[in-house]
């Protein structure tokens, strides 16, 4: 077996923009919203191949700042990305993006890096902030489909209580439907590139365990603390933009 790792030409890579065209194009053709599709796939490209060079910075470096650094940019851009999807200012609702966040994505971050790898240094980059983005990744589109479910709800004059249930249960679709399809319909990004790195497929199958177990929960505890410090207005400007969420319309957790 061999143990390293394929190096992909550019030219080769260069291929696997076709499906993503085809993709473009038939937005195009269909009247929705292509540019908006090839100024996402444009800004990815931009940004990993930018991360690429700033990461090996990062691991060279090993300092503990720089490590916090990227932690503190990567929690602050997710929490306003969260709630794109949503009509109404996303200022009034940010505060909320972020502590939510902060609290679901923070705690499960430091309780597998430092319970269960028990990283030394603390920091390690080379496990901290890939381990981080896959956490804050989870928690943002937690919040983001939760924010999206839950202001549709609101919308609909459906009191607080029931509207947070639906959107909590909609906000989880997404990874419960990969719990039910790991191992089964598909290998999970960090077991494929272990196994295709060599480790042992049951090594691997240890951190894809540990990787699913941190995204639920990271999205699962950001959600429902999204849903719970929305109901708490913080002003009038927010006030007006969800009145379901006012204490006369709603019991105490």
């Known amino acids: 077996m061999n143990d390293s790792v394929q190096v992909i030409p550019f030219a080769n890579l260069a291929l696997a923009f076709i499906p993503v065209l085809v993709v473009i194009v038939i937005l195009y053709k ?64 940010y505060k909320k993006s972020l502590y939510s966040i902060m609290i679901g994505g923070g705690f499960t971050l430091v309780l597998i890096t430092q319970g269960v790898l028990e990283l030394y240094p603390w920091y390690w980059p080379r ?41 909590l249960r909609a906000s989880l679709i997404p990874i419960t439907n990969t719990l039910f399809a790991v191992g089964i319909v598909s290998l999970p990004g960090m077991m494929t590139g272990q196994i295709l790195s060599g480790v042992s497929p049951l090594i691997a199958a240890r951190y ?38 006012s204490q006369d319309h709603s019991e105490k957790m």
């Open 127 to 167: 496990y901290m902030i890939p381990l981080a983005g896959m956490i804050f990744a989870s928690a943002m589109n937690s919040v983001s489909l939760a924010a999206e479910r839950f202001v549709a709800e609101i919308e609909r004059d459906v009191v607080y209580e029931k509207a947070r249930r639906i959107a």
């Open 30 to 93: 269909w009247s929705l919203n292509s540019r908006n599709a090839f100024y996402a796939i444009f800004r990815m490209l931009a940004q990993l191949l930018l991360v690429g060079y700033f990461l090996t910075y990062i691991f060279e470096s090993d300092r503990a700042w720089i490590v916090i650094l990227v932690l503190a940019i990567m929690i602050f851009a997710s929490s306003w990305i969260a709630l794109r999807t949503i009509k109404i200012k996303r200022r009034p609702l």
């Open 208 to 245: 894809q365990i540990m990787v699913m177990c941190m995204i639920f929960g990271a999205a699962g505890i950001s959600s429902a603390c999204f849903l719970w410090f929305i109901k708490k207005g913080d002003g009038p400007e927010e006030a007006d933009l969800l009145p379901h969420c």
